[in-house]
């Protein structure tokens, strides 16, 4: 990690907005530099290190798309988040594609954008860091790349499966309840009775347990459910 | 007829023309033909009979020498030879001489004589009843009468009949010919016709085809002019300028929300940073609850620009749709996990339930909209639901794809409100203590629709709203 301040460029035209972000990061600890234009922002990180840039898709100079590109050909390769005022998905699509890491669409609250530079620092410095490929038996999960396979062969997964399988991955041989499993996986507090959690543990189960002889994903009876690689082999 | 192709209907005016035309020759064909081949038997016979009144020589008392015919060799007659049967009748009936094997069969005569004595030199006539000749050799026989011993005043009649063999024979031909030839023209003709009326509306049926793909997805496609100068040609033209008004209107109409979006929601984001980062500076005092309050206006202000903006979108209709692959289950819990926050304030229980898993399946939609919709009619029954209730979230699919309901145990939406709650700007809660804006339902409804499907509220039978949506899978919508 970095001893110094994190720092963060804002690109961003409208002077208030750039001066209440800039003012507001600075009271939560980061140091925060302001570019009006795209041009100039891309001077600013051609001369001077970044932690993050937070881009205003909507430039007097050019479409913030285009300097996000620019930035990424440059070889800028921190996070990018986004700011637009569109919120369609072809808009935000375009902007992930043009190498932006995360958006957020104006009207924000503070509070939205502080935590979003939050996770996009901390997934920054995690994927430097940590490993970014989980192994169980002959399961490997790419959190980065989101990419499942099992004995080479790759699986499709679905969001929500692969987010309940990172769960699992990320706790071993640990029995997992159906409560936590949705308070964990998904922020959600479901009613005991409700069957989602073993809806999607069978749909699971399906794409990575059906097609091999090993079953990994077991219940536990009265608990939830468990990864763990079966214990007495039947022959 | 009018619900059939035109291809169907041209084949088949095609056929029926066609068809009956050359029905109507056959038929007149077959009696010309008839006429003509009963002529020449007639003819044939008459001459057989001339042949015959010469063999019979008639005494001065009227006694009739009738020896053995001896028919000229080398004629043709159109019956097998000694199958005619010949006799002589008196004009008073009574018959004279009788050659040939007659049985009970008496021919008539009445009409033939009185024809001839009017002034005809023959008289012949078809005899079908024919039951009392033994060993009859066709079904018909050709009668001729004619008078045998003078032309002015006869008192002698020859009456030969003849089986019409070789007519009958040559009829049935043509018959046999008929019969198996019509039903392969009219075949013929249907092929035909299908081959025609495909091959004339083939440029037509690309042009549907095009125009709705162009309508569907692609807007800046255009149809490909036929190199013809014809009617199609001038067609796809016409579509094609069309297709660029419509493109324009929809570019201009999206530059508008972009322009729009930005334009109002640069100042409202301006106004809430200021306020959020002001607040901060104000605890517990009269000021941070003002800024709370400004900070609350500002969201409502932000919202309903968003919904306004949103419905102008969706109001372009289908091209406005970004169409994925959709887990609905999926979309579901994003929904209610983001809604949490709001629910608990109200102690509120979302419950959460999938039936049917096996056959899930995903549907195809636009994601956004989607996730909009199901928030809409959540947040809708979290808000009119009192505190410590339930919300029923029900997912049930089935091979049409799935059924979403959505139940709360509020006071529900009376039922002279219930047709206008998806109008823009209607709520059930006609007092204003209630926030919304009476947006949320409109948009909901509107996303259905050009999902090709719809909100419905079904009747309950405790006290609350039951909404209900059924999404249709990909490979069962029908465009």
Do not use: C
Request: glycine residues 4%; hydrophobic residues 40%; without cysteine.
């Amino acid at each position: 990690m970095h001893d110094l301040q994190m720092r963060i460029l804002v690109i961003e035209d409208q002077a208030k907005t750039a001066q209440f972000l800039k003012k507001g990061l600075n009271e939560v600890g980061y140091s925060v530099d302001i570019a009006e234009t795209g041009s100039a922002g891309e001077s600013y990180i051609a001369s001077s290190e970044y932690d993050l840039i937070i881009l205003d898709v909507m430039l007097p100079d050019q479409n913030g798309l285009d300097t996000a590109r620019h930035i990424r050909r440059d070889g800028f390769t921190g996070p990018i988040l986004m700011l637009t005022a569109l919120t369609t998905t072809k808009n935000k699509v375009n902007g992930l594609d043009a190498g932006a890491d995360d958006y957020l669409t104006k009207p924000f609250s503070f509070e939205e954008l502080l935590a979003r530079v939050r996770a996009l620092l901390r997934r920054n410095s995690a994927t430097n860091t940590v490993n970014s490929i989980l192994k169980y038996s002959d399961l490997e999960v790419d959190l980065i790349h989101r990419k499942v396979t099992r004995e080479g062969k790759e699986l499709s997964l679905t969001a929500k499966e692969f987010s309940l399988l990172e769960y699992f991955i990320r706790n071993p041989e640990r029995p997992l309840g159906r409560v936590s499993i949705a308070e964990h996986v998904w922020d959600i507090h479901f009613d005991s009775e409700s069957n989602v959690i073993d809806v999607y543990i069978n749909l699971l189960r399906k794409k990575i347990d059906a097609p091999f002889k090993k079953k990994l994903l077991q219940t536990v009876v009265g608990v939830g459910y468990v990864l763990k690689e079966p214990q007495n082999e039947k022959l | 007829m009018k619900n059939f192709s035109l291809r169907t209907r041209l084949t088949f005016l095609f056929v029926f023309i066609f068809g009956s035309t050359t029905l109507l020759f056959s038929i007149f064909s077959f009696y010309k033909f008839h006429d003509t081949l009963l002529s020449d038997f007639d003819n044939a016979l008459y001459n057989y009979t001339i042949d015959v009144s010469q063999t019979i020589e008639i005494g001065v008392k009227n006694d009739l020498n009738f020896p053995p015919l001896i028919v000229e060799e080398g004629k043709i007659f159109p019956f097998p030879s000694g199958t005619a049967l010949i006799l002589v009748r008196h004009i008073s009936g009574k018959i004279l001489v009788k050659n040939g094997e007659f049985g009970n069969f008496n021919p008539p005569y009445k009409k033939d004589i009185e024809h001839i004595l009017a002034g005809s030199e023959a008289s012949y006539r078809t005899l079908s009843n024919i039951d009392e000749i033994p060993e009859a050799e066709a079904g018909t026989y050709r009668l001729i009468t004619f008078p045998l011993d003078s032309e002015s005043n006869p008192t002698l009649f020859l009456q030969i009949a003849a089986p019409m063999v070789s007519l009958e024979n040559q009829l049935e031909q043509l018959q046999t010919i008929l019969t198996f030839g019509l039903p392969l023209v009219l075949l013929v003709a249907v092929v035909a016709g299908l081959y025609f009326a495909s091959k004339a509306l083939r440029p037509v049926q690309n042009i549907i085809a095009i125009t709705n793909r162009i309508e569907a997805s692609a807007l800046h496609e255009r149809i490909p002019l036929p190199t013809a100068q014809d009617e199609i040609r001038e067609l796809a033209a016409t579509l094609n300028s069309m297709f660029e008004r419509i493109e324009k209107s929809f570019e201009s109409q999206e530059r508008f929300v972009a322009d729009a979006s930005h334009q109002l929601l640069t100042p409202i984001t301006i106004l809430k940073g200021e306020i959020e980062t002001r607040s901060k500076e104000f605890i517990n005092s009269t000021e941070s609850a003002l800024y709370k309050s400004l900070l609350q206006e500002v969201d409502k202000l932000s919202r309903i620009i968003k919904d306004m903006l949103l419905l102008a979108r969706i109001d372009s209709g289908q091209n406005a749709l970004q169409l994925s692959e959709v887990y609905i289950d999926e979309v579901v819990i994003d929904v209610i996990s983001r809604l949490q926050k709001l629910a608990s304030h109200k102690n509120i229980l979302i419950k959460l339930d999938f039936f049917n898993q096996e056959t899930r399946s995903p549907i195809e939609g636009d994601h956004d909209l989607l996730s909009n919709l199901v928030a809409n009619l959540i947040e809708n029954s979290i808000k009119y639901s009192p505190s410590k209730t339930t919300i029923e979230v029900k997912l049930t699919w089935d091979q049409l794809g799935s059924q979403l309901t959505i139940e709360d145990f509020g006071p529900g939406i009376p039922e002279n409100a219930r047709p206008h709650i998806f109008n823009r700007f209607s709520r059930a809660d006609t007092s204003s203590k209630t926030m919304g804006f009476g947006l949320g339902l409109a948009i909901a409804q509107k996303i259905a629709i050009i999902h090709k499907t719809e909100i419905q509220i079904l009747p309950k039978n405790t006290p609350g709203t039951l909404f209900q949506i059924k999404l249709i899978k990909k490979n069962n919508l029908k465009t």
